[in-house]
């Protein structure tokens, strides 16, 4: 590699760098809010950021104590997706829109669905990323019918872990291990 090249390599290895630790604070937001894990919710936000979600708008510790009852009083599980993702970033201040598809096993045991894009204000603070200001732009909903729950029936299926909001679901576990009997099913 001349060393004319080197600069223009080492700005886009640090670009990319920025670019994965902005998705990774995005994920975080999305996890904390899908296991319930309040702090790992919270470090996806500045304190004093600033979201507007549906008739919300506050801070990251008010949208979590607004948000989490929501969830709990409507849904038995949720997962809020992340998808395609576009970032411009300029020095310290990263604007990105990530399109997200939210589904959630509703209490009565219908599945709610729902479209949108979170549109974002990061900003690089003491060289960490944080969402500064969010815009939820809900943009479609909808019930999917219910079906059962693939392998519920399977007598040792939640040996690895019972899938929880909270720190104890299985993705917290360290090591991850299996304690599962081996076994392959015949195809009928």
């Known amino acids: 590699m001349s060393t004319s090249t080197t600069p223009n390599r080492q700005a886009q290895l640090e670009a990319l760098l920025d670019r994965q630790e902005i998705l990774d604070t995005l994920t975080r937001f999305s996890r904390g809010m899908d296991r319930f894990d309040r702090e790992l919710f919270l470090s996806a936000f500045w304190t004093d950021a600033t979201i507007a979600a549906g008739d919300f708008v506050g801070g990251p510790d008010d949208l979590y104590d607004w948000a989490v009852p929501m969830h ?28 997200y598809l939210f589904v959630g096993r509703n209490r009565d045991d219908s599945n709610w669905i729902a479209g949108g894009r979170y549109i974002d204000r990061l900003e690089r603070r003491d060289g960490q990323w944080k969402i500064a200001l969010r815009t939820n732009a809900i943009e479609w909903s909808g019930l999917v019918p219910t079906m059962d729950i693939p392998f519920k029936d399977v007598p040792d299926i939640f040996l690895n872990g019972t ?26």
Request: aromatic share 4%; charged share 20%; proline share 7%.
């Open 72 to 99: 709990e009083q409507g849904q038995n599980a949720t997962h809020h997706n992340l998808l395609n993702h576009t970032c411009d970033i300029d020095g310290d201040t990263a604007h990105t829109e990530t399109y």
């Open 163 to 188: 899938p929880s909001r909270s720190t104890d679901d299985p993705s917290y576990q360290r090591p991850l291990t299996n304690v599962r009997s081996a076994n392959v099913p015949t195809s009928s």
